[in-house]
């Protein structure tokens, strides 16, 4: 799976990217025909709190699964995120068998 990380409001702060590659490897041992999966991350400021913003889109033959979440930290908007896409990578694979 090609998995391109991006960050288009980066203030100086470093994106854990190599927390987005560790929690996304696992899904090539769940299903090892997914083509890509584009992951955003923001960092939203207003004037109450400060809020991070994650979405994915993964590519499977037939079908494009897509999660967003916002949270307080990015551990738990990118654990909402790929809890979200497990579920209905899941469907989709259980889809495809019935199918058969």
Same mark, same amino acid.
């Given at each position: 799976?090609?998995?391109?990380? &991006?960050? $288009?409001?980066?203030?100086?702060? $470093?994106? $854990? !990217?190599?927390?987005? /590659?560790?929690?996304? &490897?696992?899904? @090539?041992? =769940?299903? @090892?025909?997914?083509?890509?999966?584009?992951?955003?991350?923001?960092?939203?400021?207003?004037?109450?709190?400060?809020?991070f913003f994650?979405?994915?889109?993964?590519?499977? $033959?037939? #079908?494009? =699964?897509?999660?967003? #979440?916002?949270?307080?930290?990015?551990? /738990?908007? =990118? @654990?909402?995120?790929v809890n979200?896409? !497990?579920? /209905? =990578?899941?469907?989709?694979? @259980?889809?495809?068998?019935?199918?058969?």
């Amino acid at each position: 799976m090609n998995l391109h990380i &991006e960050s $288009p409001h980066k203030n100086g702060e $470093p994106i $854990p !990217e190599t927390l987005v /590659q560790k929690r996304f &490897e696992h899904f @090539d041992k =769940l299903y @090892d025909r997914i083509e890509y999966c584009n992951v955003v991350l923001y960092k939203e400021k207003n004037d109450v709190n400060t809020s991070f913003f994650i979405e994915a889109a993964m590519k499977v $033959p037939r #079908n494009t =699964l897509f999660s967003s #979440n916002r949270a307080g930290s990015f551990e /738990q908007a =990118l @654990d909402k995120v790929v809890n979200d896409l !497990e579920s /209905q =990578l899941r469907r989709h694979k @259980d889809k495809l068998r019935e199918n058969r």
